[in-house]
C-alpha cells in the first residue's frame, strides 16, 4: 500500500512536471513579432496594434515598442530591412529616401481624405507602388495607418493667412529631404527634429510651430505649448503598416490571407476612431483657449503644388501616377 501510494504520487508529480514544461514550449513556438513605432502607447493606433496582436496571437508572439523606444523615427526601416526587426510602422517619407519615385506620395495636397488614401492603396496604381518597395526594399506593405490630416499648431500668436505669412517660421519637421521640402512648401523655414522633442522644443522656443493631425496634438499635449492652430489641411497623415519580406513569404498562402485580414480590420478601426476624434478635438481645443481657424487654403495650394511642379523631387514622379490618383 505505501508503495503503491508512492507510485501515484511520482506518477501525479511527473505528469505536473511534464505539463509545467509543455506551457512554456507552447509559447516558444510562436514566432517573435517585434514592432516599433514612434507614437506613443496612448495613441489610437498603439490599441490598433493590440487589436491586431490578438487576431495573429495563435501564431505569433507580438512585443509592441512605443514612443520610439527601440528604433528612433526614420530607423525602423533600416532596421526591418537588416532582420533587426519584423514590423513597423513607417512614414512614406522614409520610403521616398531610398526610393525617389515615393516622393510623390509624400506631396501636399495629393489625397483628398481617409476615403481616397485607403481607394488609392487598393487600386492598382497603389499596388504598383507597393511593389517596388517589396522589389527594392525587402519589405511587405500590409496598408496605409491613417492618423488625421495635418495642420500648422504654432507658439506665436501670429495669423496665417497664406504662406507668405508663414515666412521665417521655424516649423518642426522630421529629418529627411521629403520632409523638409514640405515644409518649404508651406512657407516655412523647416526645422528638423525628433517627434519625442517637439514639446520641449515648442517650450523652449527652438521651434515655432508642428505640423501634425489634432490626435496626435491631444495625444502629446502640444496644445499647452501652443497659442493657435492653422487649419491648413496639407498633407492626409499616414504611415505604412509593413513586415519584412522574411517573415512575410515565410508564411503560406492561407497565412499571409489571414495575416492580411488581421491587418486591414485593426486598420479600419482605427481610422474609423481618429476621424471620430478629429471631429471632437477642434471644440475641445478652443474650450482650452486655442484659436482655431481656417487660412487661404487655396493659396497654400497653389503655392505648394507649383514648388512640387518645379522641384526636383517631381523629375522622379513614375509618369503618369499623378493623374492616376487625381481621377480615382
Known sequence: MIFSTTRRAVLAASAAMLFAFAVPSAAQDKKPLRFSAVFSEQDIRAEMMKKFADAVGDDYAFEGFYGGNLFKQGTELVALQRGNLEMGNIAPQDIANQIPEWSILTSAYLFRDAEHLRTFFASDAGDEMKKMVEDQLGVHLLGP????????????????????????????????????????????????????????????????????????????????????????????????????????????????QAFQAAADAAIEWSTAEHLRQEEELADSFEERGLKLYKPDVEAFRTHAQKMYSESDLARNWPEGMLERINKL
Open 145 to 256: 495607418t491613417y492618423f488625421g490630416t495635418r495642420q500648422v499648431g504654432l507658439k506665436p500668436d501670429k495669423k496665417i493667412e497664406t504662406p507668405a505669412d508663414m515666412a521665417g517660421i521655424k516649423l518642426r519637421m522630421p529629418g529627411g529631404d521629403a520632409w523638409q521640402f514640405l515644409g518649404q512648401a508651406l512657407g516655412a523655414n523647416p526645422t528638423p527634429m525628433a517627434y519625442a522633442e517637439v514639446y520641449t522644443g515648442l517650450q523652449t522656443g527652438a521651434i515655432d510651430g508642428q505640423d501634425n493631425p489634432l490626435p496626435n496634438v491631444q495625444n502629446m499635449k502640444f496644445y499647452e505649448v501652443m497659442s493657435q492652430i492653422v487649419l491648413t489641411s496639407h498633407l492626409v497623415g499616414y504611415d505604412l503598416l509593413t513586415v519584412s519580406s522574411a517573415v512575410w513569404d515565410d508564411m503560406s498562402p492561407d497565412q499571409q
